[in-house]
């Protein structure tokens, strides 16, 4: 009986893709595969490759010094590599743009920053707004932090480059101490952390994480320094390593915080058996302060409170995800476990040595802790929902036990191939290669042909442009945030801001005093930057979109999405929809900016008229025009939805309302009960 197609198919996903190498890379990590197996099968192939490549005095400090550097060099060169050929030169995942442009505030000493008016033109995915005019990344500070270091020398981009080097070191590092704590010494043991270094100069997943702008790369070098300080400060008797291994969880809290519980637990329980507990619980705790501090800093600029979390607050106001049934669960955190078997050696099976060391006989203290680590990360990460940020989900917060799992794979080989090593890790790495040629490169490969094929702003564009200040529109958050510098007005560069389609546009560049202004358009082959003026200059009406101010700044009760209901409203017909959770009253807070010109508006009468979408969803409305959020009502309007109506837009009654002067800004308070609310737009003009 022949198995269905959707079982083959669901096969077919599970095994991934298997197929000659799709491009240049991967066709010379086949041919440095091929090498590599042939030097393993050859006798004393071993022993003349390490003598071409002079590092035949495993023992001597300094060739060991000289082996590190050059397997930094080139981690770092293969991590520069992949920007340049799979990325395309900058950040090109979604989450990565947020990163970025909380890097670049931070640069400038901002862990949030102000939003001019109008605020609809600064806000963006992954952002939050806090009125009246801050704006804030979602995401923790630790690797925007190093980031901000990038953008102060001019090379953010080499900041995962350097990240990949400083990680194959810290990986040599801890497999050392793995294998002294496994009674190996001398060659052996440098043997075994040589190993290890090149699993984790061969990985795809650790290049592709220390090339794009994401915190994973930088979390595992933490990860790493942590256990691996903390493993030497048990060997040597040293409470002060216990210092390092404090300030390397601190920096991995702040860098990703769950990744920091299962590492924090190990690194405390070490503390607590060591033979001077005071001193050396004392020094964890006082050097994992300063991560910690920065952590609640970021948080409080974000909430205004120390002990919440931004990103958590964001998913669950503005993009809630449902959660997945219990049989959907498992499919996702297999699936993950899968991609994670993948990312340690390009070819799953070799993931499966690191379990190698905890079956077999043999004292492996420290690969018991190690793999504790591995065990805890896997319990944090495999039942968590898909990452509402990503596609890659909980397969992201494994990205940091990578090198744990190749001391774990080094000791392993060690232990099957006692009197052939060498050349049980040269067959080992070829295996990768070859892995990545056949197997893993096709994933890399659609993300290099994803999206655009490009990122999606290309600072080269502009010089090439000969533009040099003003403002910059952007269709997209993603282009916006990799452009936008808050510390930066378009009177001295380049000012990028969000293009909203609206009076949103007309406003801000009135209130600027009409500087240069124009769009960036991106397509798969080409980005350029086009003359621009926003539509609607000169009129005395404006128009504000309801969904132009997605995400709305405060949002309780029920959810908000933007529609598209263009058959019923015409051809620019997407409205906000609020629908409410149950039977509870849902709420939404929006702005509605003052018309003005480059001076503070004059107080005058507009006459504001909303427009709503009657959907026939039989729920009820209140819309409230007020000051400033939880002030009195300037003006209201209420509906009831028919359920027996075609879907079509409305305009409610004009009301007047004085606005200007001391007033620059309004809000709409939209509450939604017993059904889904749709507010399409509001239109001011003077009385």
């Not at 670049?104 to 939050?128: I, K, N, T």
């Not at 990703?256 to 050396?280: E, K």
């Not at 070819?347 to 805890?376: D, I, K, N, T, Y």
Request: glycine share 10%; hydrophobic share 50%; with cysteine.
């Amino acid at each position: 009986m022949s198995a269905s197609p959707d079982a083959a198919s669901a096969a077919a996903a599970w095994l991934g893709t298997w197929s000659r190498p799709p491009d240049r890379p991967a066709q010379v990590a086949l041919g440095a595969a091929v090498a590599l197996l042939a030097i393993a099968l050859v006798p004393g192939g071993p022993r003349w490759l390490a003598s071409a490549l002079d590092f035949t005095t495993v023992g001597d400090l300094t060739r060991r010094r000289r082996f590190l550097t050059v397997a930094a060099f080139v981690a770092a060169f293969l991590s520069l590599g992949y920007i340049a050929f799979y990325l395309r030169g900058g950040p090109r995942a979604p989450d990565a743009a947020a990163y970025w442009l909380e890097g670049r505030a931070m640069s400038h000493g901002e862990l949030a920053w102000a939003a001019p008016e109008p605020s609809a033109s600064f806000r963006a995915r992954f952002l939050l707004f806090a009125p009246p005019d801050r704006l804030a990344g979602i995401f923790p500070p630790g690797y925007p932090l190093l980031l901000a270091a990038g953008f102060l020398v001019g090379a953010p981009m080499l900041v995962g480059p350097l990240l990949a080097a400083i990680l194959v070191a810290a990986t040599w590092w801890l497999a050392h101490e793995v294998a002294a704590s496994a009674g190996e010494s001398g060659p052996r043991a440098e043997a075994i952390a040589r190993v290890a270094a090149g699993l984790s100069i061969v990985s795809a997943a650790l290049r592709y994480h220390t090339a794009d702008a994401l915190p994973y790369g930088a979390a595992a070098v933490a990860l790493v320094a942590a256990l691996a300080s903390a493993l030497c400060a048990r060997r040597t008797g040293d409470p002060r390593f216990f210092g390092a291994a404090g300030l390397a969880v601190g920096l991995l809290a702040a860098t990703n915080p769950a990744s920091a519980v299962a590492a924090g637990a190990v690194v405390t329980a070490m503390a607590s058996g060591a033979s001077r507990r005071a001193r050396a619980l004392a020094w964890a705790c006082a050097a994992a302060l300063p991560g910690v501090l920065l952590l609640l800093a970021a948080d409080h600029a974000a909430l205004g409170r120390a002990f919440a979390s931004p990103s958590a607050a964001y998913f669950a106001m503005v993009e809630p995800h449902a959660a997945t049934s219990t049989a959907g669960g498992i499919a996702a955190a297999l699936r993950r476990l899968r991609l994670h078997l993948v990312d340690a050696a390009n070819f799953e099976p070799l993931a499966l040595l690191s379990l190698v060391p905890l079956l077999v006989r043999g004292r492996a203290r420290g690969a018991v802790l190690v793999a504790l680590v591995v065990a805890g990360q896997l319990a944090l990460s495999l039942p968590l929902d898909a990452d509402p940020a990503s596609s890659g989900g909980g397969a992201r917060m494994l990205v940091c036990v990578l090198p744990l799992e190749h001391a774990l794979i080094a000791l392993a080989l060690a232990r099957l191939f006692p009197r052939s090593l060498a050349r049980a890790a040269m067959a080992t790495l070829a295996l990768a290669l070859a892995g990545f040629a056949v197997h893993a490169s096709h994933e890399h490969d659609r993300l290099a042909a994803s999206d655009l094929g490009r990122p999606r702003f290309e600072p080269d564009v502009a010089r090439e442009a000969n533009v040099a200040h003003g403002l910059l529109f952007f269709d997209d958050d993603q282009g916006y945030e990799l452009a936008h510098d808050p510390g930066v007005l378009a009177s001295h560069g380049i000012q990028a801001v969000r293009m909203r389609g609206d009076d949103h546009d007309r406003l801000l560049y009135d209130s600027l005093g009409h500087p240069v202004i124009h769009r960036y358009v991106a397509a798969g082959t080409s980005a350029s930057l086009v003359f621009w003026s926003p539509p609607g200059s000169g009129s005395d009406t404006w128009r504000f979109e309801a969904e132009s101010d997605w995400p709305p700044l405060l949002q309780g009760g029920g959810a908000a999405q933007v529609v598209d209901a263009s058959a019923a409203c015409g051809a620019d017909g997407r409205v906000l929809t609020l629908t409410p959770a149950g039977d509870a009253e849902a709420a939404i807070l929006l702005a509605l900016p003052v018309p003005r010109g480059p001076t503070p508006p004059e107080r005058k009468t507009w006459m504001v008229t909303p427009r709503v979408l009657e959907s026939g969803a039989a729920g009820s409305a209140t819309l409230v025009l007020v000051a400033g959020p939880g002030g009195p009502p300037l003006a209201q309007w209420m509906w009831e939805e028919d359920a027996s109506k075609t879907p079509s837009c409305l305009e409610l009654p004009s009301q007047p309302v004085e606005l200007g002067g001391d007033l620059t800004r309004a809000w709409l308070l939209l509450r939604a009960r017993g059904g889904p609310v749709s507010l399409d737009r509001t239109t001011l003009r003077p009385r």
